[in-house]
């Protein structure tokens, strides 16, 4: 039996050599980094920028949550039509929409708007991050790749709060979203970059989207 199980490891780190996949994974960080270093700190930027109190913090937060609902549905849908189409949109709007949150960071009924439109739109990372990787991946890889997204997770979210903690500390919380535009706008950037190599189509969307659900509920 121990043997079988590190031929059955072995026979899935072939997909380790697709540049491809590094791509996405490095992508994958960054795009979680991207998303928490301004996501991260959301209740101190209320509670400084805007200057809700504590209840308006919570219910804005619950709303935030409602929309990503929403916001996930719709990406999974967009996802089982065009994935790099919907990749690219969710990187501008999330960019665009933390931009206005800067601008109008101080006005109370804005920042309620953009605050919903921000949940619609975050929540469809976590999907768009499985899919785009997986979705070239062999089925007989995906449950070795999906251990590393995962683990991409991870480290991508602790960099995010750790890169939003040092801006903060360094220029003040109403600058933190900069560092998540950064990020986004570099991801924006590699989502261009191809290796000669014909994305394959992916599974069924209902396929995929249970492997992202998995994914997000680990």
Wanted: proline share 3%; aromatic share 10%; with cysteine.
């Amino acid at each position: 039996m121990p043997a079988t199980r590190k031929s059955a490891g072995d026979s899935q780190l072939y997909v380790l050599k697709s540049p491809l996949l590094w791509l996405n994974l490095i992508s994958t960080i960054l795009m979680l980094a991207g998303m928490f270093s301004s996501y991260g700190y959301l209740a101190a930027y209320m509670e400084k920028i805007t200057h809700m109190n504590g209840t308006q913090i919570s219910v804005m937060l619950l709303l935030f949550g409602g929309m990503g609902v929403l916001g996930n549905w719709l990406t999974g849908k967009a996802l089982s039509k065009n994935v790099m189409l919907t990749t690219r949109v969710f990187f501008t709007a999330l960019i665009i929409v933390q931009i206005l949150a800067y601008m109008f960071g101080g006005l109370f009924v804005p920042m309620v708007i953009l605050l919903s439109l921000w949940g619609a739109i975050h929540t469809g990372g976590f999907l768009i991050g499985n899919i785009r990787t997986t979705r070239s991946v062999p089925h007989s890889a995906l449950e070795f790749v999906n251990s590393l997204l995962t683990s991409c997770y991870n480290i991508g979210i602790s960099l995010g709060t750790m890169l939003g903690g040092l801006i903060i500390a360094n220029f003040g919380v109403h600058h933190v979203v900069w560092m998540s535009v950064g990020l986004l706008a570099v991801n924006l950037g590699l989502s261009f970059v191809t290796f000669g190599e014909k994305h394959q189509q992916p599974a069924p969307a209902t396929e995929l989207e249970k492997e992202a659900m998995a994914i997000m509920h680990a």
